[in-house]
């Protein structure tokens, strides 16, 4: 299994059946592929419902996501206009929303919209962070020049502050927790020395810390 799926796969794990979850662009957009039957996922152009990738006939410009992407709703889903779309995100009823990241801060600051020279656009995800019940960062944990995405203060403009509860990468699982940050899964093959020579803040070790599963 390559990286991105393996990310998307864990951070799936966190969802279970009844869940309304949101899914961001790139590498958490493939969450759904692994979720748990039951669940249903969202977008912020109005859609609670997304099934998989639309291909061939099935493909209709009715049924795009956020990202632009056509799908193929569920029995049961649901379309309604941008404005509910956010009063859905922010009344709190969301189990959790999946996000890349630029940066994430030793406090669960996160930045994941702009760069210096270059702006991706916030979109929803500032209301997603603080509207759902759980943050989960899917992202790589370096950048690829191998500079750490996981800093001891975020020095890109914030998208929220103190909102990210996990963060999955391709090497481990960290958790966000007012005593820092907790090393909670690494993958076989790679050392806590490893992990901790590629992000900035010191990590804390998890007594129970467990194999990543692939």
């Given at each position: 299994?390559?990286?991105?799926?393996?990310?998307?796969?864990?951070?799936?794990?966190?969802?279970?059946?009844?869940?309304?979850?949101?899914?961001?662009?790139?590498?958490?957009?493939?969450?759904?592929?692994?979720?748990?039957?039951?669940?249903?996922?969202?977008?912020?152009?109005?859609?609670?419902?997304?099934?998989?990738?639309?291909?061939?006939?099935?493909?209709?410009?009715?049924?795009?996501?956020?990202?632009?992407?056509?799908?193929?709703?569920?029995?049961?889903?649901?379309?309604?206009?941008?404005?509910?779309?956010?009063?859905?995100?922010?009344?709190?009823?969301?189990?959790?929303?999946?996000?890349?990241?630029?940066?994430?801060?030793?406090?669960?600051?996160?930045?994941?919209?702009?760069?210096?020279?270059?702006?991706?656009?916030?979109?929803?995800?500032?209301?997603?962070?603080?509207?759902?019940?759980?943050?989960?960062?899917?992202?790589?944990?370096?950048?690829?020049?191998?500079?750490?995405?996981?800093?001891?203060?975020?020095?890109?403009?914030?998208?929220?502050?103190?909102?990210?509860?996990?963060?999955?990468?391709?090497?481990?699982?960290?958790?966000?927790?007012?005593?820092?940050?907790?090393?909670?899964?690494?993958?076989?093959?790679?050392?806590?020395?490893?992990?901790?020579?590629?992000?900035?803040p010191v990590l804390h070790v998890a007594p129970d810390l467990r194999e990543m599963e692939e």
């Amino acid at each position: 299994m390559n990286d991105r799926d393996l990310i998307a796969k864990r951070a799936a794990r966190y969802f279970k059946s009844g869940d309304v979850v949101n899914l961001g662009i790139g590498i958490p957009s493939l969450c759904g592929s692994y979720a748990a039957p039951g669940v249903l996922f969202q977008s912020e152009n109005g859609f609670i419902g997304i099934g998989p990738k639309a291909e061939g006939l099935m493909v209709t410009e009715r049924y795009a996501n956020a990202g632009g992407l056509n799908f193929v709703p569920v029995p049961g889903s649901s379309a309604f206009d941008v404005a509910m779309s956010f009063g859905i995100i922010r009344s709190g009823r969301l189990a959790a929303t999946v996000l890349g990241a630029l940066q994430v801060s030793a406090r669960g600051d996160l930045a994941n919209w702009a760069a210096p020279g270059r702006a991706f656009g916030m979109g929803g995800a500032m209301d997603l962070c603080n509207g759902a019940k759980k943050v989960i960062v899917a992202m790589e944990l370096t950048t690829k020049d191998g500079a750490p995405k996981i800093v001891e203060a975020c020095t890109y403009p914030l998208t929220a502050v103190e909102c990210v509860d996990h963060i999955v990468t391709e090497r481990c699982v960290i958790d966000v927790t007012e005593e820092g940050l907790v090393l909670s899964e690494l993958r076989r093959g790679h050392t806590v020395a490893e992990i901790q020579a590629a992000v900035e803040p010191v990590l804390h070790v998890a007594p129970d810390l467990r194999e990543m599963e692939e």
